[in-house]
């Protein structure tokens, strides 16, 4: 059967899932470049044709933003992919990246019928390839309504901060997004690497905002340099979606040695500050060991950036087992390949220096699991006199991070939880009427494709309160 005939069911169920093109693990672990190479055309075609056109689609259900899946594989199956670009247009608005990021093995993939006798479609993938082809051809561009008259003021440029902006600029609002850094794009510019999802992709997202109007205006944190306050007098509703981007220390003696740094801050130095280019104005402690604390996402970009700066032995050490390690599964995969040593069931003590306040050793003590706690999972329990003395240069905790009350702090009638996350009603809605939030200020940390499919209802209910507002 060649990729250009239709293949009968049966044909459908002899096609294997496609393999990912990689880049060669000894190479990748010298370079930045992306891991993932994509998939071509005719493996694409070919993937997609894997899918049964289920009637009851109980891949979209596992999508936070319902992606017309089916619809979607059943174009690129037939080579339409300019269709397929439209379908995904519609839905999603940064497949490109999603594509990339989303944890597509515990949402649409997990629900698809193949996985049942075999391996799922590759959803995610197909979705990256239809991104990727759209951004080399000409595509029609979304159509803009009217402008409405009405200023929207989002804060925050990350997932959920683009997507909400571009989707009250193209229901007719004038959108000014307030970004506290120097760039745009939140966790996908400053948090995931270059080699898991490139910078030019977020440049084409951004672009392609502003050609649609969007105002986008850096360096202004909002509670320092604007209040909300300010905001409310100035717009007639707000989106705040700043993330959870507060990082969670070890607490534990020696942490403010030369050389342990929080994930958030390693990974900014490299990501966005550039510091993986010796002529970098900001440096980032290099060493021949460097030891990660954490089993997640973050804890698995920490200790493979590690890597490619040059750490011959990059371990991560967590407190729980593999099972409950919670980093996807790829990652995993990618990091054992790279030559990443996982130590499972120990955790920090303490952070030993030198004379000079550099880092020496982390003293680590073994865990056991015990009883499961308030997330199901088994409790990590110390086993006495088990420390041990693990000899590195650099240590990254990697351990979560928490609301921060910068924003927050300065609008004393936002309401908050205990944890200091944004409260919403079913609007999305703050305690503010004209204010509404999303993604991880709300949520705590998340993924992309959640804050997006935040920044796209609240874009919806915004605009149903101003044009309510104004028929009142
Ligand atoms: P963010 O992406 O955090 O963006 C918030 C933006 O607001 C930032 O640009 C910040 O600078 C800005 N800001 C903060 N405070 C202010 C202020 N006071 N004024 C103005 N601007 C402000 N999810 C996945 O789905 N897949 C993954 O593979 C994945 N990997 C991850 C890897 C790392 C290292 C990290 C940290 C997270 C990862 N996540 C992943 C989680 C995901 O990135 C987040 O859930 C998502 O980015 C949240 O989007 P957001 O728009 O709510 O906030
Ligand atoms: Fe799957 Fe994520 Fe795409 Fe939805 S957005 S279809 S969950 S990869
Ligand atoms: Fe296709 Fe799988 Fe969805 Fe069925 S569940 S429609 S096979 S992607």
């Keep these: 059967m060649s990729t250009t005939e239709t293949p009968t069911a049966k044909e459908r169920m002899a096609i294997e899932r496609a393999a990912m093109p990689e880049q060669p693990a000894e190479e990748r672990v010298r370079n930045f470049n992306e891991v993932n190479l994509g998939l071509v055309e005719e493996v694409a075609v070919r993937e997609a044709q894997r899918c049964l056109q289920c009637k009851n689609r109980p891949c979209v259900q596992g999508c936070p933003v319902g992606l017309r899946i089916p619809e979607f ?44 006798r075999g391996e799922p479609v590759a959803i995610g993938w197909l979705e990256r390839f239809v991104a990727d082809w759209m951004a080399e051809h000409a595509t029609a561009p979304a159509s803009k309504a009217d402008p409405s008259g009405f200023r929207v003021a989002v804060v925050g440029s990350g997932p959920g901060g683009l997507t ?12 000014t997004i307030f970004e506290a850094l120097h760039d745009a794009g939140g966790v996908l510019r400053y948090g995931i690497p270059e080699f898991r999802l490139p910078k030019r992709i977020i440049d084409r997202e951004v672009a392609n905002l502003e050609a649609l109007g969007v105002a986008l205006e850096t360096n202004v944190v909002v509670g320092r340099t604007l209040t ?13 979606a700043n993330g959870a981007g507060l990082p969670r220390f070890c607490n534990i003696p020696g942490e403010n040695l030369k050389g342990v740094y929080s994930a958030n801050e390693y990974l900014t130095r490299v990501n966005l500050m550039g510091a993986y280019r010796y002529e970098s104005r900001t440096p980032v402690a290099r060493g021949t060991t460097t030891v990660v604390f954490g089993g997640g996402n973050t804890a698995m970009d920490s200790v493979r950036t590690a890597r490619r700066l040059g750490s011959e032995r990059a371990i991560i050490a967590y407190r729980r087992g593999r ?16 030559g990443i040593e996982f130590m499972f069931l120990v955790s920090p003590t303490e952070l030993l220096g030198d004379e000079d306040g550099w880092l020496r050793a982390a003293r680590l003590q073994r865990m ?3 009883e499961p706690d308030a997330s199901g999972r088994r409790r990590p329990v110390p086993v006495d006199g088990s420390e041990f003395e693990l000899p590195c ?32 009603n ?40 101003l044009r309510e507002g104004a028929s009142a």
Excluded: Y
Aim: proline share 4%; hydrophobic share 40%.
């Design 393 to 424: 240069q650099v240590a990254v905790a990697a351990i979560g991070t928490k609301a921060n009350p910068l924003l927050t702090g300065t609008a004393p009638n936002l309401q908050l939880n205990k944890w200091g996350n944004i409260e919403t």
């Design 368 to 370: 056991e699991l015990g």
């Design 73 to 116: 594989l059943e174009k690129i199956a037939a080579r339409d992919f300019a269709a397929a670009a439209e379908i995904l247009q519609a839905d999603n608005a940064l497949p490109a990246t999603t594509g990339r990021v989303c944890p597509q093995e515990e949402q649409c993939e997990r629900l698809c019928v193949r996985g049942k």
């Design 426 to 465: 079913e609007r999305h809605q703050t305690s503010l009427p004209d204010v509404f939030a999303g993604g991880d200020i709300v949520r705590g940390g998340a993924t992309v494709i959640l804050a997006m499919g935040d920044g796209k209802a609240a874009a919806r209910e915004i605009d149903d309160f």
């Design 228 to 240: 909300i306050g300010q905001i409310r007098e100035q717009f007639d509703a707000c989106f705040i």
């Design 164 to 175: 909400a902006a571009g989707e009250l600029a193209l229901r007719g609002h004038e959108v």
């Design 323 to 338: 099972e409950e390690m919670p980093a996807r599964a790829e990652e995993v995969k990618h990091a054992q390949e790279e």
